[in-house]
């Protein structure tokens, strides 16, 4: 799955330039021109990083960065800041609202593409390995052969993709409206329900002779993948 980067920046031109070399570098891409319209964007697909200018208009990035660290579903987010303010006092600031990187304009496309990707190594580094595990289970991306406690574990195509995205986010609560987007895209219409029936077949895949189950239901939330049920 590709991750998904969303550029908040009111300056069109920068934005479509933005977008173009994430696409260019394997990302899926969102932009949003105002605070405003990123905070809504999130709140409908939690990206796996976030761009931010900030000077926009409406909400500012900073005040952006601010909110998304006071929700528990965003407070980790990956924020990379971009600005204008190049003093010592506004990086500070900056970086103390809880941005993760801080890039003074004008910059240059390769070293902003470098720090992206540094930024998602150091705090989601299950994006950039190509064996994952969390307790029992193991992804190997490359042969995308799973396996629980050393037993192989047969999942469909769909399947494959929910557990992987759930192991990139462990004890994260998802609503069956997030993971249909993460999962299957936000331009396919698909029932709500159909999450139930793939986490169902997941279940049953992961659970064949183990002890206990390691995807939580959480009434009137969602699912997460936890070592504690």
């Not at 303010?85 to 993760?100: K, N």
């Not at 629980?148 to 929910?162: I, N, Q, S």
Request: charged fraction near 30%; hydrophobic fraction near 40%; charge should be negative.
């Amino acid at each position: 799955m590709k991750p998904y980067i969303i550029i908040a920046e009111d300056e069109d031109a920068l934005g479509t330039l933005l977008s173009y070399n994430l696409e260019k570098e394997g990302y899926e891409v969102g932009q949003a021109s105002d605070g405003d319209e990123a905070l809504v964007m999130i709140k409908e697909r939690l990206p796996d990083l976030l761009v931010c200018d900030w000077m926009m208009p409406k909400v500012s990035g900073i005040e952006v960065c601010r909110r998304l660290r006071q929700q528990t579903t965003t407070r980790n987010l990956p924020i990379v800041m971009l600005t204008a303010r190049s003093e010592e006092t506004d990086r500070i600031r900056g970086l103390d609202t809880g941005a993760d990187d801080y890039v003074v304009k004008p910059f240059s496309m390769v070293e902003l593409m470098a720090r992206i990707r540094a930024v998602l190594r150091r705090i989601r580094p299950a994006l950039s390995e190509d064996r994952v595990e969390f307790g029992e289970i193991s992804v190997d991306r490359l042969s995308h052969r799973v396996q629980r406690a050393g037993r192989d574990v047969h999942l469909g195509p769909t399947e494959y993709k929910l557990l992987d995205y759930l192991m990139q986010y462990p004890r994260r609560v998802f609503s069956r409206e997030q993971l249909l987007d993460a999962v299957w895209g936000n331009d396919v219409y698909v029932e709500a329900r159909t999450v139930d029936v793939h986490v169902g077949r997941l279940r049953k895949a992961l659970n064949n002779g183990a002890e206990f189950d390691p995807i939580r239901t959480v009434r009137s939330a969602g699912y997460s993948l936890d070592l504690q049920n």
